[in-house]
């Protein structure tokens, strides 16, 4: 046994480089990584390759970096969307600052576990300093809580779950519980409520208005009406920032009535939730700080890389009430009477230091870039707008809340939505920036949402010239 035991060691020990080879792998990455951002305005945003990348199997043997870094360039990095690209304006994007990176490389190295105060009180304290930072952003109590998860699905499911729970359902009623939403509420809300075990909960879509923002005018009267039916109103979702155009819902009329009638109130804040650093935005959001639960997402409108989301709930009793559990094994965890534990606020109990990524890009550059990014990119939605309102044929949608806008060409003849799908094709075959589509009410648009910190003035008028290029070749074929 002990001759073997000392052969695997041999081998195992092969996982340890020394610290010469841990510096020239270290180089030869980061100069990868340094290339690429380097080139990265050069680049198209989007690649469609001929035959679908193919990722090889798992060998028993090493292979050299410098080979591993050629095929993540060829199969990974130029294939789908460039996700890093100041051209990128599809769907909502991500941003990716590179501090962010640099705070992942710090957390793996670390490998601290962040789930507990005990094992790693620095990391429980980082993420407890941005949760409350947030909470204050948002017009939250002191004592509100929260937990950085993986996005807004994690995010919208815990606050779903917590509701279930501060509201104290039982099985036997979830097909009484009444939510009330939008079509256009993310479909995570819906997701959220099925794998919550709530699938047969009854959903009330109120109408929008020409902006696309949520119609409440008959919400008290709906509430009403379904507890004389004998149901449960639950749930009220308000959107600030909805994905398909950016519209921010009624928030402070809708926490009013759900206050009034003792519903949950949550705001789906994922994509518009950093734009309240500007004071323009808290204006028109006041009255989150009355919601029960809000969903943020850093990675998109704090431009941190994807996998950066949050959770923010009112009710800490609540929270606990419906994800704290503890084990035989945990018997040596020390408790901290200032401090959360975020396996304790979160289906997570395995959790890396994610934190990090989020603390470093904000202790080095200070609040003030990220106010002006946000604000640039509102800037940007209008004046792209504003262009595109100028052009013969073009038809725009209502003015952006935030920063995203939408767009159609109008032909003199033919069916619009078939030509505004051949329109978007056409602008993504060509890849040097790229948008994408969606429909309401029966209307094909295309979307321009301006949210990754490299997106600049110069971009938007690529977009521009690319659309107009389009459209003439589209109407001389």
Same mark, same amino acid.
């Given at each position: !046994? !002990? ?27 980061? @100069? ?5 951002? =380097? ?89 407890? !300093? ?55 509420? +993310? ?12 699938? &047969? ?16 005018? @008959? ?130 109990? =395995? ?6 990524? !989020? ?39 209502? &003015?952006?809340?935030? @920063? ?34 969606? =429909? ?15 997106? +600049? ?21």
């Amino acid at each position: !046994m !002990m001759n073997r035991i000392e052969t695997l060691e041999q081998v195992a020990r092969q996982l340890e480089p020394d610290e010469q080879i841990q510096k020239s792998l270290a180089e030869k990455v980061l @100069s990868h990584a340094n290339d690429f951002l =380097t080139h990265l305005d050069d680049e198209k945003a989007f690649f469609q390759n001929p035959e679908p990348s193919s990722i090889d199997q798992l060998s028993d043997g090493p292979e050299g970096i410098d080979d591993i870094l050629q095929f993540l360039r060829s199969n990974v990095e130029l294939d789908g969307i460039n996700a890093a690209s100041g051209g990128h304006m599809g769907y909502v994007p991500g941003g990716g600052l590179y501090p962010s990176a640099l705070g992942d490389f710090l957390a793996a190295v670390s490998n601290k576990y962040a789930g507990i105060y005990f094992p790693a009180p620095g990391a429980a304290r980082m993420e407890n !300093m941005l949760i409350r930072w947030m909470n204050e952003l948002m017009g939250f109590p002191s004592d509100a809580a929260g937990n950085l998860t993986s996005g807004g699905s994690i995010s919208n499911l815990i606050a779903v779950v917590t509701a279930r729970e501060a509201m104290d359902v039982k099985a036997k009623d979830f097909h009484r519980l009444v939510v009330y939403l939008s079509d256009q509420t +993310h479909h995570s809300l819906q997701k959220a409520l099925r794998i919550a075990g709530l699938g &047969e909960a009854q959903l009330r879509y109120l109408p929008v208005d020409n902006h696309f923002r949520l119609d409440i005018s @008959s919400l008290d009267e709906l509430i009403e009406n379904d507890r004389k039916k004998g149901l449960l109103p639950f749930f009220i979702n308000a959107s600030l920032g909805t994905t398909n155009t950016g519209t921010i819902d009624p928030i402070k009329e809708m926490a009013t009535i759900a206050q009034h009638q003792k519903v949950w109130f949550h705001v789906d804040a994922a994509y518009g939730g950093f734009f309240r650093l500007l004071p323009e935005v808290q204006k028109k959001t006041s009255g989150i700080e009355l919601a029960d639960s809000i969903t943020l997402d850093p990675h998109k409108s704090l431009f941190l890389p994807f996998g950066t989301g949050a959770v923010l709930i009112k009710n800490l009793t609540a929270l606990y009430k419906a994800h704290r559990y503890t084990a035989d094994y945990l018997q040596d965890l020390v408790d901290s009477d200032s401090e959360i534990n975020a396996a304790d606020v979160s289906p997570e109990l =395995t959790k890396h230091f994610r934190a990090l990524r !989020m603390w470093l890009p904000l202790k080095l550059f200070g609040i003030k870039p990220f106010r002006a990014a946000v604000e640039e990119k509102m800037l940007l939605a209008q004046y792209c707008r504003q262009q595109l309102m100028q052009i013969d044929g073009f038809e725009v949608g209502p &003015e952006p809340d935030l @920063s995203i806008t939408v767009f159609r060409y109008v032909p003199p003849a033919g069916d619009a939505n078939a030509y505004n799908e051949k329109l978007i094709k056409a602008i993504q075959d060509d890849g040097r920036i790229f948008l994408s589509s969606t =429909t309401i009410h029966e209307k094909f648009w295309i979307r321009v949402a301006i949210v990754v910190f490299r997106t +600049h003035k110069s971009k938007v008028d690529l977009l521009l010239e690319i659309v107009q290029e389009k459209v003439k070749e589209l109407n001389k074929g």
